[in-house]
């Protein structure tokens, strides 16, 4: 929270996992790092070990800006017959 307050940017909680347990979990491709904050280049949703660029797992806990809801507004169905927020995410700067 402490970040997005300071920011007032979108902010994802990702977590290192084993390479093995990335098919498990939507993954975060970072441009930069700059101590615990990352910026965000891609995400993938559950890519086979291997095909991950790193190994760093979301874990469910995002904190958004209204902005959100006109990407989320425009997101055709997708897996599992539900809209995907992780979709919204990469249709633009939520």
Same mark, same amino acid.
């Not at 994802?12 to 101590?35: A, N, W």
């Not at 910026?39 to 086979?48: A, S």
């Not at 095909?51 to 979301?58: G, H, K, R, T």
């Given at each position: ?14 977590? =290192? %996992? ?9 993954? #975060? ?10 910026? #965000?280049? !891609?995400?993938?949703? +559950? ?7 790193? +190994? !760093? ?10 902005? %959100?809801? !006109?990407? !989320?507004?425009?997101?055709? #169905? ?15 700067? =939520?």
């Amino acid at each position: 929270m402490n970040q997005h307050e300071a920011t007032g940017s979108p902010v994802i909680s990702v977590l =290192p %996992i084993s390479d093995k347990e990335t098919q498990r979990y939507g993954i #975060v491709d970072p441009f930069s790092c700059d101590d615990r904050l990352y910026q #965000v280049k !891609l995400l993938m949703e +559950n890519p086979t070990p291997g095909y991950a660029p790193l +190994n !760093l797992a979301i874990m469910g806990r995002y904190i958004m800006t209204p902005e %959100i809801f !006109l990407y !989320l507004d425009k997101q055709q #169905v997708g897996a599992g017959g539900e809209i995907q927020l992780t979709d919204a995410i990469l249709g633009g700067e =939520p």
